[in-house]
């Protein structure tokens, strides 16, 4: 057998293995302070969960923790759908998912864009064959819910899709007024939820939504890799219909049904650990409950923009539309003479601090803080504030 050791190793070699990667762990990964636009820091309970022994993705135990996670999730969602599940991918994949499943070759789409998100919906729609529809909105305000109102009249989508919470821009959106207005006409609604669920009340079941989707790592404080998503009764109907079959494979919800449906046959080998780490992560939102938890986020917020704004921060977005999770702030000339982006790595390298840039039209202009989750706390806020008080002195 070429190329195989037939020798056992010594264990000296484990040894010097194990050494060589505590070196590594040590050398190379920092603890960092992430208050950039996710991920954000995990507790270490999530950490301690996630290295829990692996047990088959069919071992009963693990189908009970599959089924407390759907059921934790239900609620943060705010739906009865059955049909709610950790998807093995991250948002992006969540929002392929969505997409792929409800629209076939030659739909009408209507996409709200107020930032890269929307546009990257666009992107997957235009992908599936659909014919897409933009409604854009100036970065750093809401979409207008008459103006894709009008969209939707005129068009008569089979879908209309657009973000909640636009995590390049800072902006929260109208979602009850533009849901309505889909709904009026026909047509099955998809929201993005990476970074509002677990941050902000959702409830999707009232705001007449019938597919949404989101990621690990921003509120949920766990690391990225799942996309939790829910699937109201019409989006299956029309999933059920469908002339086409689903160009995806891993993410055909008829087939990812078999095992996150109920009959727990097998689809793909679910990312074991990943889940582990989710229920408790879904645990302790539970515990807190949403109320305090909207509440803790929206104080981290008001407090960072009230502790930056001696420094010239200006937020971007009008208080009425701001996201509490993630806030986005015009930065101060002198800062942009001396060049935002040296600073942020100097907040890194001095301070162990990650602040996220502008994407787009908006960078070098802004940054994009993030407190999401376990980071939405104001010794975190502090943190941030001294150090670029020292920074800036
Ligand atoms: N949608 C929004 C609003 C996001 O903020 C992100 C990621 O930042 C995504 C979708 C894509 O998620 P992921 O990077 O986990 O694929």
């Avoid at 998807?87 to 629209?103: D, F, I, K, R």
């Avoid at 009232?206 to 989707?213: F, S």
């Amino acid at each position: 057998m070429d190329g195989y050791r037939t020798k056992p190793r010594s264990s000296e070699h484990f040894d010097g293995l194990r050494g060589y990667h505590r070196g590594i762990m040590a050398a190379a990964l920092k603890p960092r302070l992430l208050l950039g636009p996710g991920p954000s820091n995990v507790h270490p309970r999530v950490l301690e969960a996630m290295a829990q022994p692996l047990v088959g993705h069919l071992d009963p135990q693990f189908l009970e923790l599959l089924d407390e996670v759907q059921a934790l999730l239900r609620p943060l969602f705010g739906t009865e759908n059955p049909m709610t599940l950790p998807l093995s991918a991250t948002g992006s994949a969540g929002m392929e998912a969505c997409l792929v499943n409800l629209l076939e070759p030659g739909d009408a789409v209507v996409v709200g864009v107020a930032g890269v998100f929307g546009n990257r919906m666009c992107d997957v729609a235009q992908r599936a064959g659909a014919r897409v529809t933009r409604v854009e909105t100036e970065p750093g305000t809401p979409l207008d819910a008459s103006a894709m109102g009008d969209a939707i009249d005129r068009t008569q989508p089979r879908v209309v899709a657009f973000v909640h919470a636009e995590t390049s821009t800072g902006v929260c959106q109208p979602v009850e007024e533009i849901a309505e207005r889909a709904r009026r006409a026909g047509a099955l609604v998809v929201l993005d939820c990476v970074t509002s669920l677990g941050g902000l009340p959702l409830n999707l079941d009232a705001w007449g939504i019938d597919a949404a989707y989101s990621g690990t790592q921003k509120c949920l404080s766990c690391p990225p890799g799942l996309s939790p998503a829910t699937f109201s009764p019409r989006a299956l109907a029309r999933v059920a219909e469908r002339e086409t079959p689903v160009q995806s494979w891993y993410l055909d919800l008829a087939l990812l049904g078999n095992y996150f449906g109920g009959n727990r046959v097998y689809h793909h080998t679910a990312p074991i650990s990943a889940i582990y780490a989710l229920a408790e992560g879904l645990r302790r939102i539970h515990d807190e409950g949403m109320e305090l938890r909207e509440q803790r986020h929206r104080q981290a917020a008001d407090a960072l923009i009230e502790g930056l704004a001696p420094m010239g921060f200006r937020p971007l977005v009008e208080n009425d539309h701001r996201l509490p999770m993630l806030t986005t702030l015009r930065l101060p000339e002198a800062i942009i003479e001396r060049g935002e982006a040296s600073l942020r790595t100097t907040l890194l390298e001095r301070y162990s601090i990650e602040v996220g840039g502008g994407l787009g039209d908006l960078a070098g202009q802004i940054w994009r803080i993030g407190l999401m989750g376990e980071n939405a706390r104001l010794i975190h806020v502090e943190a941030l504030i001294n150090a670029l008080r020292h920074e800036l002195q």
